[in-house]
Antibody, heavy 126, light 113 residues
Framework: QVQLQQWGAGLLKPSQTLYLTCAVY????????WTWVRQPLGKGLEWIGE???????TYNPALESRLTMSVDTSTNEITLSLHSVTAADTAVYFC????????????????????WGQGTVVTVSS | DIVMTQSPDSLSVSLGERATVTCKSS????????????LVWYQQQPGQPPKPLIY???TRNSGVPDRFSGSGSGTHFTLTISSLQPEDVAVYFCQQYLSTPFTFGPGTKVDIK
């Protein structure tokens, strides 16, 4: 049973860098898209981006200029870095595992996010 | 970006009654690759991360009770809870997986009347 455990600084000042880590325990690390999602308190979900085990990334264009994701396959950890934060970045940040089925032609058919971390509350305030 | 909308914003249903949530996308989520609609439904209970319920618009995830069902194709999708139970009180989100960024709907809050 896979578990995602995440941590990072919860209180930042404007212009600082948000840095979160998500460790994956159990299951394969290489067969998934490791994803970050955020949720302002009481609001909806925003897809931040994803990374695979080889470090290939896809970012949300709305955040791409400030965003870096990385992966460490020796520790099965993924990291999120978002610089120049503002109050608008205040949210609960989740890491999650993106899953797919591979069909008979070898294509990856996405099925969504099947396991999630517990969430990290990040507040940006002066 | 594909824009996802949901209706209603909130819904109150009596225990044992049917609850229906609608999700619409700004473009078709059907792709010939796998011949699927790339639409996922999640349930989020207070203080918890989202839990996946349904993928490809109508396929239930393992362990999800069969009172949850998904339907629809193209741009119009529906999540139905056939007989609402107390543990179904939650916010329900749809998400498109056709193209990045993989956008979510704003959510529908379901509670007990």
């Amino acid at each position: 049973q896979v578990q995602l455990q995440q941590w990072g600084a919860g209180l930042l000042k404007p212009s600082q860098t948000l840095y979160l880590t998500c460790a994956v325990y159990g299951g394969s690390f290489s067969d998934y898209y490791w994803t970050w999602v955020r949720q302002p308190l009481g609001k909806g979900l925003e897809w931040i981006g994803e990374i695979n085990h080889s470090g290939s990334t896809t970012y949300n264009p709305a955040l791409e200029s400030r965003l870096t994701m990385s992966v460490d396959t020796s520790t099965n950890e993924i990291t999120l870095s978002l610089h120049s934060v503002t109050a608008a970045d205040t949210a609960v940040y989740f890491c999650a595992r993106g899953t797919y089925f591979r069909d008979t032609r070898g294509y990856n058919l996405r099925v969504g996010l099947d396991s999630w971390g517990q969430g990290t509350v990040v507040t940006v305030s002066s | 970006d594909i824009v996802m909308t949901q209706s209603p914003d909130s819904l109150s249903v009596s225990l044992g009654e049917r609850a229906t949530v609608t999700c619409k996308s700004s473009q078709s989520l059907y792709h010939g690759l796998g011949e699927k609609n790339y639409l996922v439904w999640y349930q989020q209970q207070p203080g918890q991360p989202p839990k996946p319920l349904i993928y490809w618009a109508s396929t239930r995830n393992s362990g999800v009770p069969d009172r949850f069902s998904g339907s629809g194709s193209g741009t119009h999708f529906t999540l139905t809870i056939s007989s609402l139970q107390p543990e179904d009180v939650a916010v329900y989100f749809c998400q498109q997986y056709l193209s990045t960024p993989f956008t979510f709907g704003p959510g529908t809050k379901v509670d007990i009347k």
